[in-house]
């Protein structure tokens, strides 16, 4: 019998080693876990790896001493290497159906093993793991920490814990948990690349640049790591160095739309608009779920004047976030550019319909249904957006204009008096001051006010010309404009509001 029994540890014993490489194995197979990665990405990762942990050598030796013991301790030690094994089994058949993506399925498995052995950390790690893929953020925290009390040196629950903590924008806390883990597992390549990453988004460019450039960093996350060198490169002004790491990145990964479009970011602060296009549409094509790669390719085709092409994108975005506020507002801009006030109404007022206290789209629809000549309805729209925000600029320009049209002229100036304030280098309100005063017969005034529309118009442009980046309302088509000496009827500068 002795035998026998020995034999059936033995068996066992080879049979949780068998099981422990065949988890090792798929453990290399599957993508290591990335700061902002989606959630089942890193969590797989981790799954594998806390199992490992739960049946590990030591544990099984530690069972085959029971059989050194009194019968009543052996009994007692019975029941608990029981318990661990049924833990044990749970938790592997837990990580064979996440793998599956079906987590409604394990996690009553986990809990199960929790039930039988409550101060399992592994089981505490992987239920942490399952509820931060679910999105329960702080019952996930929670879970991280027992695993962290239960065993210290858990790499797993600490590399997950720091992830969730990066995620949540805690960078402080986060480092100090990658830090932990580089302690315990020094040249760790998640960690010390999730060091980097967080250490970028504390702006310490120096640190985090020393962690990406290194090996350890780079083994399995290289595209990744040049994206972020390139964005420390940037961030310092280097717009060369910053295309080096993004066209490496490039060369590793092809379909990379983060880097697109942080190429696209910096081709427009060149004012290079061809160029920014081409990448924003690789962006918004390889990832059409950002609606922000939209957005900024429509407004990219406005400042190159295609307002056909960018009201197409923009009507597509509308059409793939339908419950956007920001898409719509955007088909009414570009609407607008085009000279299709229909179109532009129509939707400013369903992108209000989304968000009613939109102040950017209440301003655009102002001057929308003012340049129709329903000058009353224009006013009150107007003045709703400056009840909401009294200092935004376009309400205010707008509404000025709308009350020199109205030959309102006192009222205009108090109006026009404020917009400068708000935008001192803004040409157009010193032209429309310049008409108030004319009409008012005041002509110092009018004749400042002209000679700074002039000197503001002439900077403008030479600001363009030396290639600063211009602004969506810059570029917008304007109807012709006079400067008689004693103005009959007033022309207005046309603008655009927010620029995507």
């Not at 498995?109 to 399992?120: H, T």
């Not at 990219?300 to 975005?317: K, Q, T």
Request: proline share 5%.
């Amino acid at each position: 019998m002795r035998k026998l029994s020995r034999f059936n540890s033995a068996a066992r014993q080879r049979e949780w080693r068998r099981a422990l490489v065949r988890l090792r194995d798929v453990l290399r197979l599957l993508a290591a876990p990335r700061l902002l990665s989606v959630p089942r990405f890193f969590a797989f990762s981790f799954f594998i790896t806390v199992c490992l942990f739960v049946v590990s050598p030591q544990a099984l030796d530690a069972r085959a001493q029971t059989r050194r013991r009194t019968p009543a301790a052996k009994a007692q030690t019975g029941d608990a290497a029981r318990a661990r094994d049924e833990a044990a089994a749970s938790l592997v058949r837990a990580v064979k159906l996440l793998q599956e993506g079906r987590s409604d399925e394990a996690e009553p498995l986990v809990r199960r093993a929790l039930s039988a052995e409550p101060r399992n950390p592994d089981a505490h790690a992987l239920l942490g793991v399952i509820l931060d893929q679910r999105g329960q953020t702080r019952e996930a925290e929670a879970e991280y920490r027992a695993a962290i009390r239960l065993r210290p040196k858990s790499v797993p629950a600490r590399a997950n814990l720091g992830v969730l903590l990066a995620r949540e924008g805690r960078y402080d806390e986060a480092v100090a948990a990658f830090r932990a883990v580089l302690a315990d597992a020094p040249g760790h390549p998640q960690a010390t690349f999730n060091l980097g990453v967080a250490l970028f988004n504390l702006r310490r460019y120096e640190e985090a640049a020393s962690l990406l450039s290194s090996p350890a960093a780079q083994t399995q996350n290289a595209p990744e790591a040049y994206y972020y060198l390139g964005l420390i490169a940037s961030a310092r002004g280097r717009a060369e160095e910053a295309a080096e790491f993004w066209q490496r990145a490039l060369s590793l990964r092809e379909n990379y739309p983060e880097v697109n479009f942080a190429l696209a970011e910096e081709l427009r602060r060149q004012r290079r608009y061809e160029g920014a296009a081409e990448f924003y549409e690789r962006a918004a094509r390889e990832d059409p779920s950002k609606l922000v790669y939209h957005v900024r390719l429509g407004g990219v085709l406005m400042l190159l004047s295609r307002y056909d092409r960018a009201l197409e994108v923009f009507r597509g975005a509308a059409e793939r976030f339908p419950q956007s506020a920001e898409a719509e507002y955007f088909v009414g801009v570009a609407a607008r550019g085009r000279g299709d006030y229909d179109a532009s109404e129509a939707a400013l007022r369903k992108s209000l319909a989304l968000k009613a206290d939109n102040v950017d789209a209440l301003a655009q629809l102002g001057f929308v249904v003012g340049e129709r000549g329903r000058d009353e309805e224009a006013e009150q729209i107007l003045r709703r957006a400056l009840a909401l925000d009294a200092r935004h600029f376009y309400a205010n320009y707008d509404l000025g204009r709308l009350l020199v049209r109205g030959r309102r002229y006192e009222e205009a100036i108090r109006v026009l008096e404020g917009a400068s304030r708000i935008r001192e280098r803004d040409a157009g309100v010193h032209y429309q001051l310049f008409i108030a005063y004319s009409r008012l017969k005041q002509t110092a005034d009018a004749e400042r006010e002209l000679a700074l529309f002039k000197r503001l118009d002439e900077e403008r442009r030479a600001r363009r010309g030396a290639g600063e980046e211009e602004n969506i309302e810059d570029t917008l088509p304007t109807p012709p404009t006079q400067m008689p000496a004693a103005p009959s009827e007033p022309e207005s500068l046309r603008r655009d509001g927010a620029v995507p």
